[in-house]
């Protein structure tokens, strides 16, 4: 099965590298604007198949769609990542026609293709796809709530003290520092509501922290984070291809779930062949609709820049 994943920057060329060592594609194609890159990066990878043992191959492209035709999943990267003090809002203005641009063009070759969106912003450049390409809402799939959920557990396992394998939890809402929202109500040890092993302090921390995860990143490494990114990037894209039916928070779009319509946002959803192939809409307390609700006002705020810029 081909994978395509366009952006061969430090998320694209990470999210390529674990589709290919995992196997999880057997043709993986990597396309950049920047001439040479994506031919290098994936012969780089190439020549760690027989050390790492796989059998997928790696090719890039330098912005020649063709190559990219019938492709199963588009994992899109483009774009510029924020630098510090910057939020991922910021990026709209140049990211938003990047995207665009990409989803057009590989709609030319792959039709049928399942988009998993990652630029930033990504709520945003999710609704932008699924506004501006007219492809079934069942196909565009936002990544964010998987990177968000798997911080949440890292600094849950921090916190407790245990390997972060043994955490359960999910985060829901924007991808962004003021709009995510961790659910602590749903957040186990094994099994064991954290709030039994935890001070509520402590899981404010934990909540703070997971919120504000890449932002924490992005000031140590100077640039926004990539190995958690690619490799979240990847996850969905196996559970796609593998037809995993998994529960994997993912940004979608709602009509009427969780009080909310013309909206993508992050929502617990099973991924499979077909994409989005089910909302699990459960009902939140009054406390997480509020934060829920005030998630999708921000988010909203911002698609409506899609229409001032005139791209949807
Ligand atoms: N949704 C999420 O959870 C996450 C989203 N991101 C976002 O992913 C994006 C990529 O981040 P990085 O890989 O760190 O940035 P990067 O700068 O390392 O790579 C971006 C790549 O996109 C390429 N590009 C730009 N315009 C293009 C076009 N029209 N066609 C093809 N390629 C094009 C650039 O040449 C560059 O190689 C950023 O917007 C970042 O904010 C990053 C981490 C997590
Ligand atoms: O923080 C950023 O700008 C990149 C991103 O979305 C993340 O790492 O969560």
């Not at 890159?37 to 912005?63: C, P, R």
Request: glycine share 10%.
């Amino acid at each position: 099965m081909k994978v395509t994943v366009v952006g061969a920057g430090n998320v694209g060329a990470t999210c390529a590298n674990v589709l290919a060592q995992k196997e999880i594609a057997s043709e993986v194609v990597l396309l950049d604007i920047k001439e040479g890159v994506a031919e290098g990066k994936a012969m780089d990878m190439m020549q760690t198949s027989h050390m790492l043992g796989f059998d997928s191959t790696v090719i890039g492209s330098t912005n020649d769609y063709s190559k990219t035709a019938g492709s199963a999943v588009v994992v899109i990267t483009s774009g510029l990542p924020r630098k510090p003090g910057m939020s991922r809002e910021d990026l709209i203005g140049t990211n938003a026609g990047i995207v665009k641009s990409v989803v057009d063009n590989i709609l030319k070759y792959s039709p049928d293709t399942i988009f998993v969106i990652i630029s930033n912003p990504m709520d945003t450049m999710t609704y932008l796809a699924l506004k501006a390409s007219g492809v079934a809402k069942n196909r565009i799939i936002g990544m964010g709530g998987m990177l968000d959920s798997n911080r949440f557990k890292y600094y849950l396992s921090q916190a407790l003290g245990v390997t972060p394998t043994d955490v359960q939890g999910l985060v829901i809402g924007g991808h962004g520092d003021t709009t995510m929202i961790p659910l602590t109500r749903f957040a186990t040890y094994n099994g064991i509501p954290v709030s039994e092993l935890l001070s509520a302090e402590t899981l404010q921390k934990v909540v703070a922290d997971t919120m504000v995860g890449g932002a924490t990143l992005t000031k140590l490494l100077g640039t926004s984070a990539w190995y958690a990114p690619g490799a979240a990037g990847a996850t969905v894209v196996e559970a796609i291809v593998r037809d995993e039916k998994k529960v994997i928070t993912s940004c979608v779009y709602l009509e009427g779930e969780y009080g909310q319509k013309d909206i993508c946002i992050g929502v617990p959803v099973v991924i499979g062949k077909d994409g989005v192939e089910k909302i699990i809409d459960f009902k939140l307390n009054a406390e997480e609709q509020a934060l829920f609700n005030k998630s999708a006002d921000a988010v909203r705020g911002m698609n409506n820049i899609l229409s001032d810029m005139k791209l949807v």
